[in-house]
């Protein structure tokens, strides 16, 4: 389902006077997603055996490259943590230590496995790719802003793919709205799930999606939770750029992304 609101009233359409309400931002709309995209960043470390669950790090409360200063959000020093720390508690520094062990070559490859800087194709007009080309400059710092989601932008159905793949045994599966079209004569034709690729092992999207219910139980998003159930998923609160010159305004878009039951996955959801 995707729903986008203020919307209009499709048998009375005419009568819409704001024409950006007939485009579904979910699809035309990309942005900066923040810190949802850590998740992004560990299923590739942990593809490609870089890091694993038990590998810690110390995180001395900030991190500099090419002359530029990165921090933890909430300005925490966390010490030594193992890798679903740095997704429970979003660390920062941990992203960025988790992708520069991938380099940024293998960390621009699996970001775009996961369908992101292209368009996946869905029934709708207007649909833009995202961008994510700052990773082809080949500077570390635009790799250390990527592993924690700034730097880049992807549309919200991008993100729900990609999570829903983790959910899915690393399967990155098509995504439609039109379930079955009813022609006139009666026939009907079906829309069949289709796979379009693996992006991670099963062994990684499991490892993933228990990091990820960790997240919820333990990590900021408790509300996401729902008794009896296992619920993965990540918050992201994401600076919003200036238009008119470089640098970050104090203005946030904040995103949660997740599935469940993990268990037997059902629904994946931004």
């Keep these: 389902a995707m729903c986008s609101v203020p919307s209009f009233d499709p048998n009375r359409y005419q009568e819409t006077t704001d024409l950006a309400r ?12 923040g810190s949802v995209f850590k998740a992004i960043t560990m299923a590739a470390a942990l ?27 909430d300005g925490m020093v966390y010490g ?10 979003s660390i920062n520094t941990g992203a960025v230590f988790v992708a520069r062990t991938l380099g940024i070559d293998r960390f621009r490859a699996a970001v775009e496995r996961f369908g992101f800087g292209t368009r996946t194709d869905v029934e709708l007009a207007g649909e833009v790719p995202g961008n ?7 500077e570390e ?11 880049i932008t992807v549309t919200p159905l991008q993100l729900a793919v990609a999570y829903a793949a983790l959910a899915n045994g690393g399967k990155l599966m098509s995504p439609y709205l039109v379930e079955e079209v009813l022609a006139a004569d009666g026939t009907r034709r079906r829309t069949e799930p289709r796979v379009v690729r693996q992006v991670v092992s099963a062994r990684t999207a499991t490892l993933l999606q228990g990091m990820l219910v960790s997240v919820v139980r333990e990590g900021y998003p408790k509300r996401a939770g729902v008794a009896g159930y296992l619920i993965g998923g990540k918050t992201g609160t994401a600076q919003i750029p200036f238009s008119d010159r470089p640098g ?13 039951p993990v268990d037997q996955p059902t629904f994946a959801m931004v």
Excluded: C
Aim: hydrophobic share 40%; net charge negative; charged share 15%.
């Design 141 to 151: 710092i635009y790799l250390a802003t990527g592993s924690f989601g700034q730097g």
């Design 132 to 138: 994510t080309s700052s990773l082809a400059a080949r």
């Design 47 to 73: 593809d490609a055996g870089t890091v694993e669950p038990e590998t810690h790090f110390v995180d001395t409360g900030s991190v500099t490259l090419n002359g530029e200063k990165i921090t933890n959000t």
């Design 22 to 33: 007939f485009s579904a931002p979910a699809v035309v709309a990309a942005y900066e997603p």
């Design 80 to 89: 030594e943590r193992a890798m679903a720390d740095i997704l429970r508690f």
């Design 248 to 260: 970050y305004s104090n203005e946030t878009i904040h995103t949660f992304a997740g599935f469940g």
